[in-house]
């Protein structure tokens, strides 16, 4: 099949960027971002669209219509809460497939109020109260009727505390404290309504409400009944999740329920099931198979540094000895870039008072020396900077006095081994 034009829209939450990953490699897709705010889309989408307003703009479904048109989009992937509650509501005036679940369980699973009163009756609902006078025991837990992660979401000590809450926001949901461990099932049902998978995964680690910390654990006959209570009451298609909590008596708690891409949905994309991917095919009438390696597997997250620099350089000049290899190890950092500056194009020369065999020693670290335009071997009296002809380039090399001395001799930007991140392109 020819590669379909996904749009991955808003382009830069973290919903979004777990999609990107799941996708970036496939031949059946090619992967443009969309977004509506300056934000980290830019470092990390080669086809960034960038004039799309936002969704609750009166005309945000004609201009999205033309980018569509204009760009010739084949399915866009909503990756927010309030834009997926859009997108399934708005599904027929959109001119290209929306992968998202239809709008009566999208409409169900964005009110958490709407989810317990749907479920109501089953064990797995959280005890809530109507008002102040109905709490009989603190603390307890307060959270937004609407919401996404813990935004608004807090423990209340006191009745005081409750009142002052409620004074503020009488929309608040007032539910008992749940002092156990948080779960998070990621879950997949194919286009006849089956359920597919189902991953349990806990939260060690929670900031902003994303799960940063998650560690695969193994699925009880309670979680699993709760996947399927939630899959047949609700109309699923693809890939969804729902978080749980269990109580002072280690019961399972319902907390919310999403029919979306979580953004730490990546652990279970690394024992090789792709949700993002598998919903696609699901999507497009396609039977899938799953395949699941079954390891232990421990996610973490932090943030990560991208980097624009306003030079252009089209030659690359750098070091071999503590620069390209470091401690008898090869610089795969260092790696990873020259390969991106050999894909696009760039010259690259190596220069070096290496005291062995070069070419040996390079084919001794599996450095092919076709990687390179030129290898020069320098003695200690020569100077690199003879060797640097051309004027938008860059030059590598863990010595600041050599660094010094192109800088001063060459006029050209100068980077030590920890700074080589700054060049390397995330973008896909």
Known sequence: MNPKKILIFPSGTEIAFEILNALKYSKFVEIYGGTSVTDHSEFVYK?????????????????????????RIDCIYPAHDSVCM??????????????I????????CRSKAETYNFFAGESFIPETFTSVDAVKKYPVFVKPAIG?????ARLIESRHDLEEALCKDASLIICEHLPGMEYTIDC???????????KLRDRQRIRAGISVRSEKQEIDHRIKLIADIINQKLKFRGAWFFQVKKNEAGEYRLMEISPRIPGTMGLSRNMGINFPLLTLFDFWGYDVDIIDNGYRILLDRAFYNAYEIDYLYDYVYLDFDDTLVISGKVNTDLIRFLYQASNEGKKIYLLTKHRGDIRRDLRTYKISEDLF??????????????YIKEKKAVFIDDSFAERKQVYNECGIPVFDVDMVESLIDCRM
């Open 47 to 71: 086809n960034l669209i960038t004039d799309i307003p936002f969704v609750h703009d009166a005309n945000f479904i004609k201009c999205l219509n033309k980018v569509i048109e204009r760009e």
């Open 86 to 99: 859009f997108m399934s509501k708005h599904i027929t005036e959109i001119h290209a497939q929306v992968i």
């Open 101 to 108: 679940t239809e709008h009566k369980t999208v409409k169900i």
């Open 148 to 152: 996404q992660g813990s935004k608004g």
């Open 188 to 198: 997949f049902t194919d286009y006849s309504g089956k359920l597919r998978v189902i």
């Open 373 to 386: 335009d030129d290898i020069f071997v320098l003695s200690n009296e020569q100077k690199k900077t003879d």
